[in-house]
């Protein structure tokens, strides 16, 4: 059964960071791209970042960039996004999934191409 289990969310400060964890059991992680994303209240689900199945391409969404940073370790099974600077806006659940190929397409990750899902972690910034 394929699992992924996000973790590392909270209530930070702003400016604050947080480094996210997305354990992933059950499939074979070099298999695939893996992607970060977030939904706000009232808003629909988007795409923060993506990385390769080896680590070598990753993509972010715009308004993230030089702030967020993907990462992954398959030995240990597990995908990271290092959060820094953060913002009232950031605010949202944030979830992880595997992607149906090894490379990212092209720009922020699209949630349709996504198959598998975790069921999120809540990032709440706020003074």
């Known amino acids: 059964q394929l699992q992924l289990v996000e973790s590392g969310g909270g209530l930070v400060q702003p400016g604050g960071s947080l480094r996210l964890s997305c354990a992933v059991s059950?499939?074979?992680?070099?298999?695939?791209?893996i992607g970060w994303f977030r939904q706000a209240p009232g808003k629909e689900r988007e795409g923060v970042s993506c990385v390769s199945y080896a680590g070598g391409s990753k993509n972010y969404l715009d308004s993230v960039k030089g702030r967020f940073t993907i990462s992954r370790d398959n030995a240990k099974n597990t995908v990271y996004l290092q959060i820094n600077g953060l913002k009232p806006e950031d605010t949202a659940v944030y979830y992880c999934?595997?992607?149906?190929?090894?490379?990212?397409?092209?720009?922020?990750?699209?949630?349709?191409?996504?198959?598998?899902w975790g069921h999120g972690t809540q990032v709440t910034v706020s003074s």
């Open positions: 059950g499939l074979t992680l070099d298999q695939y791209a």
């Open positions: 999934a595997a992607y149906r190929g090894v490379y990212c397409s092209g720009g922020a990750p699209q949630p349709y191409e996504y198959d598998y």
